[in-house]
């Protein structure tokens, strides 16, 4: 299994700044995983981060906007540039720890922007 | 492109009653999974489901996996008020990632 520490847990923002999600998980794992999930809706892939390579994004998600960094194999950042009301959401990191297994969440951090 | 369809999106149930969730995947995969959110928080793993006729029971709720026809099922076993929750079945990808479906806001009233 995976224990997975999110921070923070929520934040208030002001538009137009960035605020940077920290995910460590206590374990080494190779993939892990950014999720936004906007509110009253389900939850949509940001990337996947794997240390040593850049992060892969998904369609609608762009490196400006999200910068992931994944130093080591136990610790990721999330990065929300340049914030606008439309952020407002919540971000999820999760871990995969191999074949056929399951998948772990952090507690999530609720982001609204005002 | 892997989708995942979830319904009904929104279910109230008398306690006491019975009722089943529908999760139909578009494409071949060898993991699903099964979630419970409660409002404002993050996600409960409620089952994994790894092979054709898996089946996974915890409680009131039963889960269930038919690869043939991509297709799992949660049936819920006379409803308790404490099941009120969001619902929500997950496909495992091939990069490890996890695509949901838009989850079902079950609603348990007295």
Known sequence: SAVISQKPSRDICQRGTSLTIQCQVDSQVTMMFWYRQQPGQSLTLIATANQGSEATYESGFVIDKFPISRPNLTFSTLTVSNMSPEDSSIYLCSVYTGMNTEAFFGQGTRLTVV | ?110
């Open chain 2, 1 to 110: 492109e892997l989708k995942v369809e979830q319904n009904p999106l929104f279910l109230s149930m008398q306690e006491g009653k019975n009722y089943t969730i529908y999760c139909n995947y578009s494409t071949t995969s060898d993991r699903l999974y099964w979630y419970r959110q409660d409002p404002g928080k993050s996600l409960e793993s409620l089952f994994v489901l790894l092979s054709n006729g898996a089946v996974k029971q915890e409680g009131r709720l039963m889960a269930s996996l038919d690869t043939k026809a991509r297709l799992s099922t949660l049936h819920i076993t006379a409803a308790v008020h404490d099941l009120s929750a969001t619902y929500f079945c997950a496909v495992g990808g091939s990069q490890g990632n996890l695509i949901f479906g838009k989850g079902t806001k079950l609603s348990v009233k007295p």
